[in-house]
């Protein structure tokens, strides 16, 4: 090589670095150096699903909020969604007995500004929160972000930065047949421009959130909408509404694709009604129910078990306007239906309770909680938390009396949409975490408590 072309390569390389550190410092204040790194990061799934890890940050720091052994907290997030005021999107956490907030988010405004979640993760050992990113519904927009953010769960600092290939809506911890905790990460599922899904993903929290695994919209023949995997982790049924929200939604039946965690592959394809959304499980693991939104039903479902067995709908039951979330009471003997109102025209601020013997209305519980998308069980079965969307706060339900028991504003009035409850203990290194409830139902201990049949975990740390 002659002395001119090492010249040339040395400006050239002087030249990148200048203009790398350059996007890097317009990045922000909260942002951290970027580490270089070799990528071996992508996966061949990660590649096949347009997966990018986009950066990795500095994300060390002092706690962003107080905890100690016993507590329960609870992560929710707030976007700039349905009249919020809050002015980005974030994380926000909970004393879960106290029912006060203990800190929100800061994050880089590049990622957050006018955007907005409808939903939020955190890894089984409590040690990373997951943070979608979509353009804002009802409020300013934004140009969609198609990210997730990985931030520390203590410092609530980010600590990756996912370029996901199609808006991000939901994130949720599942436990496999094996016994591996993941992470499902899914796409806003609609062929409109503001959330252009291509599917959903799983990466793996022990090893850097790699991808491991995940579908294409191709891979389902259809655009799924929100997967939940059954309590013993061997299959992920997703719902699977027409692919355009505005033009279809309400003039095609919907379906359920049943999906094996082992070869991710659809084993069964359930015909349901129009816009089947949340799934909820059996304790025995016979049935199911689904919300069939735009029926304004809870569809029954008996599943097949046995071997050449398939899963079939048993019952239909009416519920509120718009129906949502799920959640089942700990004994199974109650269906709590959020009744959000999803397609309008008017919001719902009502919960359905059905009696799932019976297969009937039991009660129907003035929330006040406008647009109600997501109910949580607390992990002892004596409280269910619900996230308002309009009236951007949580309402917290008694599982037992039914009695509101208190309302909890949002920072900055913020829209919430989900939530995680974390239990931390007094481990041999100090303080260990452990996720117990999120929008994919009871989780860890208290997972394993419920299928054993024993009593509720950890009562204490919520009343």
């Not at 203009?19 to 992508?42: C, E, F, I, M, Y």
């Not at 040690?127 to 519904?137: A, E, G, M």
Request: hydrophobic letters at 35%.
């Amino acid at each position: 090589m002659t002395n001119s072309r090492k010249r040339t390569g040395i400006l050239i390389c002087i030249s990148c670095a200048t203009l790398v550190a350059a996007v890097v410092a317009s990045r922000g204040k909260h942002t951290a150096t970027v580490h270089a790194q070799p990528d071996n990061w992508t996966t061949p799934e990660a590649q096949r699903l347009g997966v990018k890890l986009l950066e990795t940050r500095d994300a060390s720091g002092s706690p962003a909020y107080p905890v100690a052994a016993g507590d329960m907290l609870f992560f929710t997030n707030v976007g700039t969604s349905y009249g919020a005021k809050n002015p980005k999107n974030s994380v926000v956490v909970i004393n879960a007995k106290t029912k006060k907030p203990l800190a929100i988010s800061d994050l880089d405004a590049t990622y957050t500004q006018k955007f907005a979640s409808h939903g939020i993760g955190v890894s089984a050992d409590g040690k990373y929160v997951y943070l979608p990113s979509i353009t804002s519904i009802a409020g300013p927009e934004g140009k969609t972000p198609d990210t997730t953010l990985v931030l520390d769960a203590r410092t609530l600092k980010i600590y990756q930065i996912l370029a996901t290939g199609g808006a991000s809506h939901h994130a949720k911890l599942f436990r496999n047949a094996a016994g591996k905790e993941l992470m499902l990460i899914e796409h806003f599922n609609w062929n409109t421009p503001s959330s252009p899904g291509k599917g959903f993903f799983v990466v793996d929290p022990a090893d850097n959130n790699k991808v491991v695994a995940g579908m294409s919209t191709a891979d389902l023949h259809g655009n799924p909408y929100s997967g939940f995997t059954t309590p013993d982790g061997k299959y992920l049924y997703y719902s699977v509404p027409p692919p355009n929200r505005g033009e279809l939604l309400r003039a095609i039946d919907g379906w359920m694709a049943k999906i094996d965690t082992s070869t991710w592959k659809v084993v069964q394809s359930l015909p349901l009604k129009k816009y089947p959304l949340w799934t909820v499980f059996t304790r025995d693991e016979k049935y199911a129910w689904v919300t069939q939104s735009d029926e304004e039903t809870v569809a029954k479902i008996e599943r097949g078990t046995a071997p050449g067995q398939k899963d079939k709908v048993v019952a239909e039951v009416r519920t509120g306007p718009g129906p949502y979330g799920l959640r089942l009471s700990y004994d199974d003997k109650e269906l709590w239906v959020a009744d959000k109102g999803e397609s309008g025209p008017k919001d719902g601020a009502t919960i359905t309770i059905i009696d799932t013997a019976l297969n009937r209305v039991k009660q129907t519980i003035q929330t006040d909680c406008i647009r109600n998308d997501h109910i949580i069980m607390s992990p002892d079965g004596a409280e269910m938390w619900a996230t308002c969307n309009t009236s951007h706060e949580i309402v917290v339900v008694d599982a037992n009396t039914h009695a509101i028991k208190t309302r909890i504003p949002m920072p900055n009035q913020g829209d919430s949409h989900g939530g995680v409850f974390v239990q931390y203990t007094q481990g041999p290194g100090g303080l260990k975490a452990e996720v117990l409830s999120d929008q994919n139902g009871l989780q860890g201990r208290a997972l394993d408590a419920w299928l054993n049949g024993t009593t509720p975990v950890l009562a204490a740390a919520i009343r």
